[in-house]
Nanobody, 121 residues
Framework: QVQLVESGGGLVQPGGSLSVSCAAS????????MGWYRQAPGKQRELVAR???????NYADSVKGRFTISRDNAQNTVYLQMNSLKPEDTAVYYC???????????????WGQGTQVSVSS
């Protein structure tokens, strides 16, 4: 089985910084793209940032210039550094990854359990 386990998150004041990380474990051959999504109460889940295995990134317009996604391929881990946080960034943040389980398998998409990020004074 494959698991994505997020850590980090919590409560921070507006303008503050926070980081979250997500480690993939289990029977993994290779991980392609990894990313972060978020879901605020009453809203649909939305893409925050995504990074390819080679390091190419894309961000939601709402977080460009404030958030940075990175990854460690050797550790099967993806990170999200969040700066200049705003109350509207408050949401549950979910890790997502496209994982190849073996040399003969296809690509499977996995989600983490989510971690709460709250921005409030």
């Amino acid at each position: 089985q494959v698991q994505l386990v997020e850590s980090g998150g919590g409560l921070v004041q507006p303008g503050g910084s926070l980081s979250v990380s997500c480690a993939a474990s289990g029977n993994i051959f290779k991980i392609n793209a990894m990313g972060w999504y978020r879901q605020a109460p009453g809203k649909q889940r939305e893409l925050v940032a995504r990074i390819t295995r080679g390091g190419s990134t894309n961000y939601a317009d709402s977080v460009k210039g404030r958030f940075t996604i990175s990854r460690d391929n050797a550790q099967n881990t993806v990170y999200l550094q969040m700066n200049s946080l705003k109350p509207e960034d408050t949401a549950v943040y979910y890790c997502n990854a496209d994982i190849i389980l073996s040399v003969t398998s296809g690509v499977f998409n996995y989600w983490g359990q989510g971690t709460q990020v709250s921005v409030s004074s």
